[in-house]
RNA sequence: GGGCGCAUAGCUCAGCGGUAGAGCACUACGUUGACAUCGUAGUGGUCGUAGGUUCGAUCCCUGCUGCGCCCACCA
């Protein structure tokens, strides 16, 4: 016997799914979920907990039905993110900066990995996420390793991965290029400084604004527009940088906009990318005045700015140009700066050596297989965004200035030839046989390590085997599922990869959910302190009070506003279905026969809980199939509790509770109490096992209870009853009880006084079925008598029952009769819409004859109403 | 500046060519038999705005307004 209260805690721990997990049935269809590798140094959030319950929903629904199904784990080195954080620890246990070795941090890192990495994967655990962590897999492990360099060979031999010198983003804190994808504008506030630059060899000068003063030791030129009249006449002429008083030609191009600052501007070739191309175009020198830390240096900064930090020289700068009086006026603006995502510090852009990934070519293929539909978006307007992406994709820069990472293959010869290869040994043959010499070649690895990107870009074949087998039992059908963020960092790059490397996709759907925001729609973050934690709600409500509420709340498209609100309906529901199994074994229901055959039963009560829960399943398969967890959801909790509950238990208690069965009238048999005993305990486990992929816990929990121990998806394909009779039946008996009771309410007839309405009609049928269900009419609803109608009674027609029921008690005439007056309104208004569309040649050309019956049959109902109100308003004089 | 998404009941959201739906909230009544983590009933909406297509538009098309997001723009 299940306690009293539903207390997920007292169970959740007791259910672990390792087993099923790693279950593999190899003849079956396969079925794959990749999980989007959580970072090492990552802790369970609700973005997580929203990502990780879809996919084990979708995982767990396969594996009832069969498939050989596959929920692969993993974690991801996140290589910057990681290294910051050690290097936090060791600097606050007193190490020095700057002072650490790099193998010595490699070390740290890998020790702090095995003792405090991963902590996330014991928090899926408690959301009940079931991957396979016996396959467990380390973006860094050994096989990920030999496959990162594998490809990177072939890259590199066919011309797509290559070393060049290029202006990137630099993250100073970091000292490392990063991606163009990991730049975050933000606006800040400002100012824009407007420089005076004299000009040579003449008087005057010409006003430059700035936001960035202290660079003015780059300017190799000044761009004015070749149509800009204010300028004209100064193209070609010189004048002289502040402060170093460097001569710099005046240039005409096109990137200098008259309508910003002066219409004229500096130009900058080595720390901008704009003046980058300038220069480029114009055959401009580099100067390049700043350090990989941000501070200025070279020999063009004069002494007093050497080595001095790009804000403090700004301030100094700016203080030497008044002074000076080289500074016109000072303006306050707003605009938008890069910072780096990792470092949250203003990015540089910088000229380095980098290595590049040549991804336009790449992505081709890419493009063309998300085009073809082997690779289908889930919402599909998701694909703009991949396309519009691909379409202005920059090469790709994957080399990083940090140590936790793969280490670049590469290895150069004392001329700077590259080598690249899988080992030290093989660089070296390769070195040798380049250089034609014995074995005393000198060579150097490269010190960079790799985009962290660059493995999660090969996930789905690292994990299958690749290089060495792939497994095509699971490459290239699985799904994905992740947030709109990645779809750039790892979703093109997986597309770009796999096709690349193994010649198919790696999958065929990509199902992007919403983000889950706080309870007024704002994003959470550390910062605002709204952050929702998922592991303190599974605490307060249960892991699968958690997994239920995010599954109902992820409609495709939207973001979910997340409230601890939500989670208590969760709770509430899964509370209703344990009443449901406490109700059942308090009747001798909670068991489930083996040879239990739905399509035997007799009963139409039975019969017509069999009808709904076949469409309820169909319903959950539909939906999940179409990944509408929402959807599934939903169907799930209105046939528990709109029918089963609500109605089906109630008519099932005068059954079970009296002596015979339905009524004492009747001779129910023992036979047909105990074939409602078997459908009441079918039809729980059927919940228990649909409801198996949202809440597991619970369904495993209750399977016990009812004695089941493998969970199974409901095959629905095999009922094949027709229910139609009793479905009408009942149905009809349900809105004899809804109009009864709606109409007790407005005659303000109170619930407790029992026994004083009857049914009267002139249809031996319907007199008949009431009278089957007497002992629930009038438990429900307080009808007492079904007799034939007597003429000189008070029919009352509520809603939409056809049916006549009298009362005793007094009836208010005015108050009923205004009633049925706005009930008529309404009926005529649609009687009326109705007759002019069937009068109508045009609709009687072009609709289906379907639609043409519809509107017949609702006219016909509309008119029978019609009457009857009329009847009843008549009698009410 | 380019692109995408959203706008339906007080709130959170379904629906999407053929009589406007759910949950929450609210109001009234109800409880010793599964469940107050409850039951019954009720109130509440010209489906953002203006046009168009259609026999018929909340639904399709166009413009507009408001909100959110992505990309580009660092003078």
Not at 167 to 187: C, R
Not at 336 to 345: E, H
Not at 519 to 547: F, T
Not at 593 to 616: E, G, R, S, Y
Request: glycine share 6%.
């Amino acid at each position: 016997m299940l306690a009293k209260n539903f207390d997920p805690k007292s169970f959740e721990k007791d259910f672990s799914f390792a087993a099923e997990a790693a279950h593999r049935n190899e003849d079956a269809e396969s079925f794959m979920v990749l999980l989007p590798p959580p970072n090492v140094t990552g802790s369970l959030h609700v973005g997580h907990a929203l990502c990780y319950t879809l996919q084990d929903i979708m995982v767990r629904y396969k594996r009832l039905k069969g498939y050989n199904v596959l929920f692969q784990p993993g974690l991801d080195h996140a290589g910057i993110v990681t290294q910051l954080l050690v290097e936090k620890q060791l600097y606050e246990k007193g190490a020095k900066k700057g002072s650490l070795e790099r193998e010595e941090l490699l070390r740290e890192i890998w020790r702090w990995k095995e003792n405090s990495g991963g902590t996330i994967l014991e928090q899926m655990k408690v959301l009940g996420i079931s991957c396979d962590f016996s396959r467990l897999r380390f973006t860094m492990d050994d096989g990920s390793k030999k496959a990162v360099s594998r490809l990177f060979i072939r890259l590199y031999n066919d011309g797509l991965a290559y070393r060049g010198e290029r202006m990137v983003n630099w993250d100073p804190l970091i000292q490392s290029a990063i991606s163009d994808l990991e730049v975050v504008e933000k606006e800040v506030s400002a100012k824009s400084w407007y420089l005076k630059y004299k000009l040579e060899n003449a008087d005057g000068f010409i006003s430059i604004a700035t936001t960035r003063p202290e660079m003015l030791f780059g300017d190799v030129a000044v761009a004015v527009n070749p149509r800009d009249t204010r300028y004209i006449d100064l193209i070609g002429k010189k004048v002289l940088v502040p402060i170093i008083n460097r001569s710099v030609p005046i240039i005409a191009d096109d990137y200098a906009d008259p309508e910003k600052g002066t219409g004229a501007v500096k130009i900058t070739p080595a720390h901008d990318f704009n003046d980058f191309e300038v220069g480029k175009r114009h055959g401009l020198s580099l100067v390049n005045i700043m350090n990989e830390r941000g501070e200025l240096e070279g020999e063009e900064i004069p002494e007093q700015f050497r080595n001095m930090d790009r804000f403090k020289a700004r301030e100094a700068v700016v203080a030497l140009l008044e002074s000076e009086d080289l500074l016109e006026k000072v303006e306050a603006i707003k605009h938008k700066v890069p910072f780096g995502d990792r470092s949250g510090v203003m990015l540089e852009p910088r000229i380095t050596r980098q290595w590049f990934i040549d991804a336009a070519k790449l992505s081709i293929p890419a493009v063309k297989a998300v085009k073809e539909g082997k690779i289908a978006f889930i919402p599909k307007h998701w694909e703009n965004l991949f396309f519009e992406w691909m379409k202005n994709i920059e090469p790709w820069c994957i080399s990083r200035q940090i140590w936790w990472g793969h280490r670049i293959p590469a290895w150069y010869g004392p001329d700077g030839q590259i080598f690249v290869a899988e080992t030290a040994e093989e660089a070296l043959q390769k070195a040798i046989v380049f250089y034609g010499k014995k074995d005393d070649v000198e060579l150097v690895q490269d010190n960079d390590v790799l985009d962290t990107w660059y493995s999660s870009g090969m996930w789905p074949f690292i994990v299958l085997g690749w290089p060495d087998e792939l497994d095509l039992n699971f490459y290239s059908k699985m799904i994905i599922v992740t947030g709109f963020d990645i779809i750039f960092f790892w979703i093109a790059r997986m597309i770009m990869f796999g096709i690349y490397a193994v010649g198919d996709v790696p999958f065929g759907n990509v199902y992007i959910h919403g983000l889950v925001r706080d309870e007024k729609g704002q994003k959470m973050s550390k910062s605002k302190g709204n952050v929702i934690d998922p592991l303190q709600l599974c605490d307060i409500y249960g892991a699968d009070a958690v997994r239920y509420t995010l599954a109902s709340a992820a409609s495709p498209g939207r973001d979910i506003k997340m409230s601890a609100q939500m989670v208590e309906i969760g709770r509430n529901f899964l509370t209703k279905l344990w009443n449901v199994v406490r109700f059942a074994q308090m009747n001798d229901c909670a068991y489930c026969t083996k040879d239990f055959n739905a399509n035997t039963v007799k009963h139409p009560l039975a019969q017509w809980i069999v009808h709904k829960i076949k469409n309820m399943v169909q319903d959950v398969e539909n939906s999940l199939e179409n990944y509408r967890f929402d959807e599934a959801t939903r169907s799930i909790y209105q046939c528990v509790w709109n029918s089963f509950c609500d109605w089906y238990m109630e008519f099932l208690k005068p059954i079970l509770q009296s002596e015979s069965g339905i009524d004492a009238s009747n001779d129910v048999t023992a036979s047909m109490k105990k074939e409602i005993r078997d459908v009441t305990g079918w039809a729980i486990l059927q919940f228990v096992q649909v409801l198996y992929p949202i809440a597991p816990f619970m369904a495993k929990k209750l399977s016990g209870e009812l004695g089941v121990a493998d969970i199974s998806w409901p095959d629905v394909s095999a009922i094949t009853l027709d229910c139609g009779d009793s479905v009408e039946k009942i149905d009809r008996i349900q809105s004899v009880i809804s109009a009864v009771r709606s109409t007790r309410k407005f005659l303000g007839i109170a619930p407790s006084e029992k026994l004083e309405a009857k049914i009267e009609t002139t249809d031996d049928a319907f007199r008949q079925l009431c009278d089957e269900y007497r002992e629930i009419l009038l438990r429900m609803a307080g009808i007492f008598a079904v007799q034939k109608l007597d003429s000189q009674s008070i029919p009352v027609v509520i809603a939409d029952a056809v049916v006549h029921i009298g009362f005793e008690g007094k009836i208010d005439a005015q108050a009923e009769k205004k009633r049925l007056h706005d009930e008529m309104k309404k009926l005529e208004k649609n009687r009326a819409d109705t007759i002019n569309r069937l009068n109508n040649e045009d609709f009687l050309r072009k609709a289906s004859v379907d639609i043409v019956q519809e509107h017949k049959d609702r006219l016909d109902s509309f008119n029978d109403r019609i009457n009857k109100i009329n009847y009843i308003t008549q009698n009410l004089m």
